[in-house]
C-alpha cells in the first residue's frame, strides 16, 4: 500500500512541477523549486521502485519523511494549495499512520496542518480565503492520518490471523500425516505380523493338544514343534522387515515390474496352504512397471485378498487375474469359489467387530488412486467372492491428473459405494455373521 501511496505522489507533484518552477521568483527562488522538484521526485520514485528495500529505512528514519515534508513545503508554497500538491499534503499523514502508527500520524498531520496554514498566511497578500477554505486541507490531514493508523492496525491484525491461520494448517497436516502413518503401520502389522503370529498361535494349539494326547507321537510332535519354530522365525522377519521400512525413507522414484511379485506371491500362497490357485496375467511385453509402494500395496491387496479365501471362504480354490485395458488401468481380479460375504457386510461393522482386512484394502487403493470393489462371483451361482481393483497407470498420457486429485477421485468412489452396499445392506435381512 505504500508503494502505491509513494506512485500517487509521485504523479501528482509531476504534474505540480511546472506551475511551482513558473511561480517560483527568478534567480534563487527557481533553484531552490527546482531542487526541491528533483529530491521529491527521485525520492518518491525510489521508494515507489524499490520499497522492500528502502522501506525499512523509512521506518527506522522517521526524519527523512520530516525532512521530504519540509522540501515539499517549498513547491507547496510557490504552485499554492489549490494545485495537486494538495493532494501530496495529505498524503504524508497517511504515510505516517501506515507506516508509524496513530504517534506518527499525528505528528506529521500536525506539521502537515502547520504547513498549510502557514501558506495561506503567505498568500493573504493576494487572495483572502475564508476560514473554511484555510481548515479545509488541514482537516484532510487529520482524517487521512487517522485513516492510516485504521488501516496500519487492520494490516496487522490481518497479519497475525493469517501467520495463526497458517499455524492451524501445519498442525492439521501434521496430524493428518500422523493419522495416515498410523493407519499404515496398522496395514502393515495386520498383512504380516499380526497374521504370522496368528499362525504360530494355532501351530502352538495343534502342539500342545497333540502334547496331550494318550499315546503322542514323537515324529508329530517334532513336526509341530519345527512348524511354531518356522512361524516364529516368519515373524521375527516381517518385524524385522517392518522396522527397516520404517527407518528407511520412502521413494516413489524407484519403478518396479508388479507382475512377477504378484506371480510369486499367489506361487507362495498355494506352496503354503495346498489350495489350488491360477494365476493369469498379460505377457512380458504388456508388464507395466510401478512405482515401489504402489507395488507393494498392490502385492499386499492379492495377499490379502488370497489369505481372506483360505480363511473365512471356505472353498477350494481361488482364481487370480491381471488385465490391462485399453492400455492404461490395469484390473486385477482375486475370485474364490466359497461361502461369499454375508449380506449385512460394511466396513464399520467389521472395524467394530475387530476385523480389518477389507477395510485395510480399502485404504491401500485409496492411496495408490484406486478404486476397489467386493461383490459375489459373476456366475458363481450364490457362492463365491470376487475382489476387483482397477488402478490408473500414471505412466500412461491419458492420465494427465495429479496423484493427489486421482487419490481423492477413488476414495470418494469406493466411499459411494460403501454407502450404496450399507443401504442395500439395511433392506435386507441380516446374513450369517463374519
Known sequence: MCRQVFGFRLAMIALAAPSALLNAAPGLGVRLVGAAVVVTVMASYALFRDWERLGPLLLRHPSLLAADTLIGSLLLISAGPDTTLAYVSVCTPLLAG???????????????????????????????????????LPGFCVITGAVGSTLRGLMLRFGEATETLTKVRARLAATEATQAERARL???????????????????EALA??????HADPERLREQADLVARA?????????????????????????????QLAAAVAAFEARTGMTTSYHAPGPAA???????????????????????????GGTRVDVWVNLRNDDTLTLRVRDDGRGLPQDTTLDALRECGRF?????????????????????PAGGGRGTEVRLDLPLPHRSRNDDSDGDRRDRAR???????????RAARGRKTGATT
Open 98 to 136: 501506515i507506516v508509524y502508527g496513530w504517534r506518527g500520524a499525528a505528528c506529521f498531520a500536525s506539521l502537515q496542518s502547520l504547513i498549510l496554514l502557514l501558506v495561506h498566511a503567505t498568500l493573504d497578500q493576494t487572495a483572502h480565503p475564508s476560514v473554511a477554505e484555510r481548515l479545509l
Open 186 to 204: 496398522a496395514r502393515e502389522m495386520h498383512d504380516s505380523v499380526a497374521k504370522t503370529l496368528h499362525g504360530v498361535a494355532l501351530a502352538a
Open 209 to 214: 493338544h497333540t502334547a496331550n494326547a494318550p
Open 232 to 260: 516364529a522365525r516368519r515373524a521375527a522377519a516381517e518385524s524385522r522387515d517392518l522396522l527397516t521400512d520404517l527407518r528407511t525413507e520412502e521413494t516413489t522414484a524407484s519403478v518396479t515390474p508388479v507382475l512377477p
Open 287 to 313: 508388464a507395466p512397471t510401478l512405482p515401489h509402494p504402489t507395488a507393494h500395496d498392490l502385492v499386499a491387496i492379492t495377499e490379502e485378498a488370497l489369505e481372506n479365501a483360505y480363511r473365512h471362504a
Open 357 to 377: 482386512g477389507l477395510l485395510g484394502m480399502t485404504e491401500r487403493a485409496a492411496t495408490m488412486g484406486a478404486t476397489i470393489d467386493f461383490g459375489p462371483a
Open 412 to 422: 470418494n468412489r469406493n466411499r459411494n459405494r460403501e454407502r450404496r452396499r450399507d
